[in-house]
């Protein structure tokens, strides 16, 4: 009777460890996917640094090339700019911008009521019509307050 017992409690050991130690398939799969996925963010970062630095290289030779092809600074003399007396040139043929005043973005936006159109202010929607101040006193949910305009 033991042993029998042993016996079985040594296969299901086994078994327990022989399906704790192996994995399945799917997730050999998800750890292959995840190494490769390290490994091709690993490449294409150093590809990325690889072409910064020859994008960077070449714009500095290009730069380089660039300042030697234009032609040299002329040199002068502290002495030399103070011996000559300038005088102011003045173009006559330049006339100046006209100048517009600028213009306030309250009136330019739309459904914006324009000076001088006060009856359109007072025909708006929700607007109370003159006379109605009874009206007004009377509405539902009004506050009287102490000292206030009554």
Same mark, same amino acid.
């Given at each position: 009777?033991?042993?029998?017992? $042993?016996?079985?409690? #040594?296969?299901?050991? %086994? ?11 799917? &997730?050999?799969?998800?750890? $292959?996917?995840? %190494? $490769? ?11 990325? /640094?690889?072409?910064? %630095?020859?994008?960077? #290289? ?28 300038? #005088? ?10 006209? &100048? ?18 006060? /009856?359109? &202010?007072? &025909? ?27």
């Amino acid at each position: 009777m033991n042993k029998k017992r $042993i016996l079985a409690f #040594t296969v299901v050991a %086994a078994a327990l460890i022989t399906l704790t130690a192996y994995k399945t398939k799917e &997730q050999q799969q998800q750890e $292959i996917a995840q %190494a $490769i996925a390290m490994k091709l963010d690993e490449y294409r970062m150093m590809k990325q /640094e690889e072409c910064t %630095a020859r994008v960077n #290289t070449e714009a500095r030779n290009r730069f380089e090339a660039y300042l030697a092809s234009l032609p040299p600074a002329k040199a002068t003399t502290p002495g030399a700019a103070k011996a000559k007396k300038t #005088t102011p040139k003045t173009n006559p043929s330049v006339t100046p911008m006209p &100048q517009t005043p600028p213009q306030d973005p309250q009136k330019q936006r739309g459904g914006a009521v324009q000076e001088g159109n006060a /009856e359109q &202010q007072k &025909q708006r929607g929700g607007a109370v019509p003159q006379g109605d101040a009874e009206q007004q006193k009377r509405r539902g949910g009004a506050v009287k307050v102490e000292g206030g305009n009554n």
